[in-house]
C-alpha cells in the first residue's frame, strides 16, 4: 500500500486533477469540432450570397423586378 497515500484530502486532489485533465482534453476536443462547425456555416452563407445574386440577375433579364426610377 506504499502507492496509495495515507492522506484522503491527497487522494481525492488526485482524483480531481485526473477528471479535469479529462475535461480539458474533451474541450480542446470541442473547440476543433466547433472550428469546423463554423468554417462549414462560412461556406454554406457564401454559396447562398452567391445564388442571391445569381437570382437577382435571373429577374432582372426576365424583369421581374421593377427597375429603380
Known amino acids: 500500500m506504499a502507492d ?3 492522506n484522503i484530502v491527497l487522494k481525492y486532489l488526485r482524483r480531481f486533477d ?5 475535461v480539458v ?4 476536443d470541442v473547440k476543433v469540432r466547433l472550428t ?3 468554417e ?3 461556406g454554406v ?3 447562398l450570397d ?3 445574386i445569381r437570382i437577382e440577375r435571373i429577374e432582372r ?3 421581374l423586378v421593377d427597375q429603380p426610377h
Not at 485526473?18 to 479529462?22: C, F, N, S, Y
Not at 482534453?25 to 480542446?28: A, G, K, S, V
Open 4 to 6: 496509495e497515500p495515507d
Open 40 to 42: 462549414g456555416l462560412a
Open 36 to 38: 469546423a462547425v463554423e
Open 25 to 28: 482534453d474533451e474541450m480542446l
Open 45 to 47: 452563407n457564401r454559396r
Open 50 to 52: 452567391r445564388v442571391e
Open 61 to 63: 433579364r426576365l424583369d
Open 18 to 22: 485526473a477528471k479535469l485533465d479529462r
